[in-house]
Each structure stands twice: as C-alpha cells, then as structure tokens.
C-alpha cells in the first residue's frame, strides 16, 4: 500500500469539515496508507523526518482564499525545500473564486506540480484552468454525499426540516415580523419542525436560535455557546472545543425529513440518507446540484446579501416555502431519484479513488 502524507481541515473550525475528514479517511482505508496531518498544525514534517514521496491536499475549501489556505500555503512555504521532491495531489478540494494575486505564486507552485486535481464541482475546475498551465482537473463527487456509507450513521425518519441559514439573515430590527416565520408557520401546518443546524461561525445568532432551535443532537454541545454569542478566538476554542466531544457528526444528517442550508455540509450529506435538500447558499455553489444530479431540482435560488431587504426576506420565504411544498407531495419520488443517482456516483467514486490511490508513487 502506498503511503502519503494527507493534508486536511481536520477536526476544528466547521462541523461539516469534521464529517468530511472522517468519511474521507473511510474512503481511504485500505487503499492509501495516511499519515494525517491537520492543516493548522505549527508544521507538516518535524525535525529530522524523512520527505513524503506524496502529499495529498484536501478535501474541503483549504487551498484559496480561507483561513485554512493561509495557513497551508504559509507553512508549505516555510518547509519548501523538504517538499522539492514530493508529488502533489489535490483530493476533492475547493476553489470556487480565483486565487488572490498574493495566492497565485503559491497555488501555482503546488498546482504545477499536481499530476491529479481532483474537484467536487465544475467551477472548481475552471477556476484551477485559469491559474495557469496544470494538469486537467477531475470531477468527483464529494464523499459526504455517502456519509451513510462511510459512517455507522443509522437513517431515522422524524419530522423536522433542518435549516442551515446565515446569521446576517437575522436581526433584532426584523425578528418580530420576520418573512420566515411564514416558512415555520407553513412547515407547522404540515407537521413539520424547523430545526437549525449550525457548521461554523455566521451559522447563527440567538434572534435565529429563538425562532429555529438547534438540531437535538447538537443541543447539549453547542447550546450554551452559541446563544452567549461569543467572537473571534473565545468562539473558536469553545467550538473546537464542542467538536471534540460530540457523538457523531455523521448522524447530525441523518434524523429528518428535509433539508436546506447554505453551506456544502449543511446541504449534500443529507441526500447520503435520500432526504430532500435543498441548496440555498452561495452564488458559486449554485451549479453543484446541476454537478450532482444534471438539473436544479435541489437548487432553492434565493436572494443573499449581508444586508437583506425585507422585500429580499419575503422572497427567501416564498421560495422556500414552495420549494418544501414540493419536497413534502414529492417525497418519496424525490427519495427515490436521489436513491438511483447516488447508486451511481458511489460506483463511480470508487473507481475514481482505486484509480487516485494507484497514481501515487
């Protein structure tokens, strides 16, 4: 078995970046041995350490503009001269915005160097095109999509939509007669709670937590902390924290009926259980239902600025609300479709993981 030195996200910062490290080690298993390293980590190869014949980056969004990138390209540069004989390979990781002008030396370094880059969405790749003359990107679907696979998650079927929302979406100024308690009251006369999920910090305030309570299982970790609406490094070190002791970043997925979020994770691994979910979050996430599933049926295009209109909320409202409305007389074709496609994306990322473990040297 070949051996590599793997560069992730790691357990810290985001929840869905925790799942993401874990389903990916369980991808892995058996097909590339991992000498793991945490992206923050004060560095990748202590002293006297021989230099890794293979350095895998990845997944999730740790190679441009994040604070996960800074750190990479920071500490890859402070060790360069031990890498100059390693083999880069990319895994399933982000560049959705062109690199900074700062950022272009240093991804160009890594990219050129790269004989696979393997991406999770196609504006991915065509950002990664345009940094300059590297190897042609892959696409792949992102491992969270078989959490179910990938985890001792068990699916349960409650009724509860799941919401992953920006904090900026909430103020003291809109709360009272805020458009999406139209959406809870909808969703209330279909039998349905409205539950929050919460990945990182802009996941959340306590206007949003009063109206959307947290998901169950993350109640006893995350209450207390995001309610005292604590900033900067008090956050992290609590979050970090709370992620430490948390049961399982799996199941979070897989107990409800429905989804929404704006993130990646608060949207993908909840179609690994077949739930209806629905994207709603950045611009240049937008075409990766299309990636996935070749239309936007799981697209919910609605407005996004950190300052919402209140006409811009009515409209987030209305479109959720029709999108759920057709998610609950869907259910079970949507389940069903959902069930199909990921049958054959599972075959595929297999032969595509078999293929990325055999290129390594």
Request: aromatic residues 10%.
């Amino acid at each position: 078995m070949k051996k590599a030195l793997w560069i992730t996200c790691g357990v810290r910062g985001n929840a869905g970046d925790a799942l993401l490290h874990d389903v990916t080690r369980e991808l892995f298993a058996g097909r590339i041995d991992l000498d793991l390293r945490v992206v923050s980590s004060p560095e990748y190869l202590s002293k006297g350490a021989p230099s890794p014949e293979n350095v895998v980056i990845g997944p999730g969004g740790l190679f441009v503009q994040t604070n996960s990138s800074r750190h990479l390209h920071a500490k890859l540069a402070k060790q360069w001269d031990r890498f100059e004989s390693s083999q880069f390979s990319l895994w399933s990781t982000g560049i959705l915005q062109a690199p900074t002008p700062d950022e272009v030396a240093a991804v160009r370094r890594v990219t050129s160097r790269a004989p696979q880059i393997v991406v999770r969405a196609t504006r991915e790749a065509d950002f990664i095109r345009q940094v300059g003359p590297v190897t042609s990107p892959e696409w792949a679907p992102c491992a969270s999509l078989f959490t179910d696979r990938l985890s001792d998650a068990t699916a349960a079927h409650r009724d509860v939509v799941v919401v992953n929302f920006d904090s900026f979406l909430f103020t003291p100024d809109n709360i009272a007669d805020h458009p999406l308690r139209r959406f809870a009251d909808f969703a209330a006369a279909h039998g349905l709670e409205v539950r929050s999920m919460v990945n990182a910090s802009g996941d959340s305030n306590r206007q949003m937590l009063d109206l959307f309570p947290l998901i169950d299982i993350d109640e006893p970790y995350f209450g207390d902390l995001l309610r005292a609406e604590k900033e900067g490094r008090e956050f992290h070190e609590g979050f970090n924290e709370a992620l430490s002791r948390h049961p399982s970043f799996a199941q979070r997925y897989a107990d409800c009926r429905f989804a929404f979020g704006k993130r990646l994770h608060g949207w993908l691994p909840f179609l690994a259980f077949d739930k209806p979910a629905a994207f709603i979050g950045m611009g240049a996430r937008r075409g990766m239902p299309k990636d996935y599933f070749g239309d936007d049926e799981f697209l919910c295009a609605v407005p996004r600025a950190t300052t919402m209109t209140h006409r811009q909320l009515e409209q987030t409202a209305d479109r959720m609300i029709a999108t759920l409305s057709r998610f609950i007389a869907q259910e079970d074709r949507l389940a069903a479709r959902i069930a199909a496609r990921r049958e054959e994306l599972w075959a595929q990322l297999q032969s595509q993981a078999d293929a990325f473990a055999d290129a390594l040297r």
